[in-house]
């Protein structure tokens, strides 16, 4: 059985976790769904062999099972059309590839933890609310750094960029919302590398492997074209009892 995280999640959070997101703005101003002929998340394992180097036949990301989690797939939240947006946008941006040329050379853990350190020295934690007026806004990779500061969600997008522009496959980077044990309401980049998954938190010193428990507690990931919602295992069978008490089956 599983139990879905997050009783005491910000609204924001319980907001992402339910199917009702998918009437937001945000996700109303995403195209009709497009055929599944032309899908472009497609798994190329099941493609014929001449059709899985398209450019346009994306794999599907892993599933984020991290600190403990299951992640079932959430269908559309209110967080896809920002994580499009962002990860749109400044992987070529000067600044960007300025980041991503500090780590040329380098291993793959290397890189991840280069580019955290970097990133530390130059951004600097400050809420939305002192940098844009409002209360919560995902902003470009460009902007976070040539402003110098930004919340956490903004720091983990100028690590997603930088890393997407050193070699990364977008498609093992996700941005997890969820809860800090002592912070709070917290988001992070999760990196999928061959050793597993790695967490890179602003308010760590280097990346920490993600398949152990945490005082972070993983409620929503998104990552290219899925979102996830997070429980925790407690017993035999594929029940899912969510934060609300209701229960469903996991498909």
């Not at 899908?39 to 899985?52: A, E, T």
């Not at 040329?101 to 600097?124: C, T």
Request: some cysteine.
């Amino acid at each position: 059985m599983l139990r879905m995280i997050g009783g005491a999640v910000t609204g924001a959070c319980i907001l992402a976790a339910t199917p009702a997101v998918a009437a937001t703005a945000e996700s109303a101003a995403t195209a009709s769904r497009p055929s599944p002929a032309h899908s472009l998340i497609l798994d190329r394992n099941r493609l014929p062999s001449q059709q899985r180097g398209h450019p346009l036949i994306l794999a599907r990301p892993a599933s984020p099972d991290v600190f403990g989690t299951v992640a079932l797939n959430a269908g559309v939240t209110l967080y896809d059309a920002r994580f499009r947006r962002v990860a749109a946008a400044d992987a070529r941006d000067p600044l960007v590839q300025r980041l991503a040329a500090g780590v040329a050379g380098l291993n793959p853990m290397q890189k991840i933890a280069g580019i955290q350190a970097a990133v530390s020295r130059q951004v600097r934690w400050a809420h939305d609310l002192d940098n844009l007026g409002v209360a919560d806004y995902w902003d470009n990779a460009s902007d976070t750094l040539r402003r110098g500061s930004g919340d956490a969600e903004d720091i983990a997008i100028v690590k997603m960029q930088a890393l997407k522009a050193a070699g990364f496959d977008p498609k093992d980077l996700y941005i997890s919302i969820g809860r800090h044990a002592q912070r709070g309401a917290h988001i992070m980049l999760l990196v999928r590398t061959a050793g597993g998954f790695v967490a890179m938190d602003d308010k760590d010193a280097g990346p920490m492997s993600a398949g152990q428990r945490s005082k972070f507690t993983p409620i929503m990931t998104v990552g290219q074209g899925m979102s996830w919602i997070h429980g925790r295992r407690i017993s035999g069978g594929n029940r899912i009892a969510s934060a609300s008490g209701t229960k469903s089956t996991a498909r």
